[in-house]
Protein backbone atom coordinates (compact mmCIF):
# COMPACT_ATOMS: atom_id res chain seq x y z
CA UNK A 1 0.00 0.00 0.00
CA UNK A 2 1.32 3.26 -0.91
CA UNK A 3 1.06 6.25 2.26
CA UNK A 4 -0.98 8.39 0.22
CA UNK A 5 -3.46 6.05 -0.20
CA UNK A 6 -4.09 5.44 3.35
CA UNK A 7 -3.96 9.03 3.99
CA UNK A 8 -6.32 9.78 1.53
CA UNK A 9 -8.48 6.92 3.15
CA UNK A 10 -8.81 8.75 6.57
CA UNK A 11 -9.89 11.91 4.79
CA UNK A 12 -12.57 10.20 3.21
CA UNK A 13 -13.57 8.74 5.98
CA UNK A 14 -13.19 12.00 8.41
CA UNK A 15 -14.89 14.14 5.81
CA UNK A 16 -17.84 11.52 6.22
CA UNK A 17 -17.75 11.43 9.27
CA UNK A 18 -18.03 15.48 9.89
CA UNK A 19 -21.12 15.18 6.56
CA UNK A 20 -22.83 12.87 9.18
CA UNK A 21 -21.99 14.96 12.18
CA UNK A 22 -23.28 17.96 10.60
CA UNK A 23 -26.61 16.08 9.05
CA UNK A 24 -27.73 14.78 12.39
CA UNK A 25 -26.42 18.45 14.12
CA UNK A 26 -29.00 19.75 11.02
CA UNK A 27 -31.77 16.88 11.74
CA UNK A 28 -31.41 17.52 15.76
CA UNK A 29 -31.89 22.01 15.03
CA UNK A 30 -35.08 20.98 13.15
CA UNK A 31 -36.84 18.91 15.54
CA UNK A 32 -35.80 21.33 18.22
CA UNK A 33 -37.33 24.09 16.40
CA UNK A 34 -40.73 21.50 15.33
CA UNK A 35 -40.76 20.78 19.87
CA UNK A 36 -40.99 24.80 20.44
CA UNK A 37 -43.48 25.19 17.69
CA UNK A 38 -45.53 22.85 18.68
CA UNK A 39 -45.09 23.94 22.70
CA UNK A 40 -46.43 27.26 21.33
CA UNK A 41 -49.57 25.80 19.64
CA UNK A 42 -50.34 24.21 22.51
CA UNK A 43 -49.93 27.18 24.72
CA UNK A 44 -52.23 29.10 22.00
CA UNK A 45 -54.72 26.79 22.59
CA UNK A 46 -54.72 27.35 26.16
CA UNK A 47 -54.93 30.63 26.15
CA UNK A 48 -57.21 30.37 23.87
CA UNK A 49 -59.49 27.89 25.71
CA UNK A 50 -58.88 30.17 29.20
CA UNK A 51 -60.26 33.38 27.14
CA UNK A 52 -63.07 31.29 25.89
CA UNK A 53 -64.03 30.01 29.39
CA UNK A 54 -63.98 33.73 31.38
CA UNK A 55 -66.16 34.88 28.27
CA UNK A 56 -68.85 32.09 29.35
CA UNK A 57 -68.24 32.57 32.89
CA UNK A 58 -69.16 36.38 32.50
CA UNK A 59 -71.72 35.53 29.97
CA UNK A 60 -73.39 32.93 32.34
CA UNK A 61 -73.19 35.79 35.34
CA UNK A 62 -74.93 38.63 33.22
CA UNK A 63 -77.54 35.66 32.70
CA UNK A 64 -77.86 35.01 36.14
CA UNK A 65 -78.15 38.78 36.53
CA UNK A 66 -80.54 39.72 34.11
CA UNK A 67 -82.96 36.56 35.48
CA UNK A 68 -82.66 38.05 38.48
CA UNK A 69 -83.76 41.51 37.40
CA UNK A 70 -86.88 39.73 35.43
CA UNK A 71 -88.13 38.12 38.21
CA UNK A 72 -87.95 41.42 40.59
CA UNK A 73 -89.82 43.50 37.98
CA UNK A 74 -92.16 40.72 37.05
CA UNK A 75 -92.84 38.30 39.56
CA UNK A 76 -96.22 37.24 38.66
CA UNK A 77 -95.55 36.55 34.81
CA UNK A 78 -92.44 35.11 36.41
CA UNK A 79 -94.45 32.23 37.94
CA UNK A 80 -96.89 31.90 35.52
CA UNK A 81 -94.06 31.42 33.10
CA UNK A 82 -92.31 28.58 34.78
CA UNK A 83 -95.75 26.67 35.75
CA UNK A 84 -96.10 26.97 32.36
CA UNK A 85 -92.84 25.31 30.96
CA UNK A 86 -93.25 22.55 33.81
CA UNK A 87 -96.63 21.64 32.80
CA UNK A 88 -95.24 21.68 28.76
CA UNK A 89 -92.19 20.02 29.45
CA UNK A 90 -94.19 16.73 31.82
CA UNK A 91 -96.54 16.40 29.04
CA UNK A 92 -93.54 16.41 26.75
CA UNK A 93 -91.89 13.63 28.78
CA UNK A 94 -94.99 11.40 29.50
CA UNK A 95 -96.03 11.31 26.03
CA UNK A 96 -92.66 9.97 25.07
CA UNK A 97 -92.44 7.65 28.14
CA UNK A 98 -95.49 6.24 26.41
CA UNK A 99 -94.71 6.40 22.95
CA UNK A 100 -91.47 4.39 23.27
CA UNK A 101 -93.68 1.82 26.09
CA UNK A 102 -96.04 1.40 22.94
CA UNK A 103 -93.29 1.20 20.72
CA UNK A 104 -91.68 -1.38 22.38
CA UNK A 105 -94.04 -3.43 22.49
CA UNK A 106 -94.93 -3.36 18.75
CA UNK A 107 -90.97 -4.24 18.05
CA UNK A 108 -91.41 -7.27 20.46
CA UNK A 109 -94.41 -8.49 18.83
CA UNK A 110 -92.46 -8.69 15.45
CA UNK A 111 -89.60 -10.27 16.81
CA UNK A 112 -91.66 -12.89 18.00
CA UNK A 113 -92.56 -13.73 14.62
Sequence with gaps: MEPG??????????TAF???SDQFSDTAHKASRA????????????????????????AAEEFVLDAKR???RYPVETVVATFAAGIAAGTAITW????????DSADTRE???
Design 5 to 14: NGRGRETMAQ
Design 35 to 58: AAAAVEAFEDGVGAVRRAAKRGGY
Design 70 to 72: RVQ
Design 18 to 20: EQK
Design 96 to 103: MMRRNRHG
Design 111 to 113: MDQ
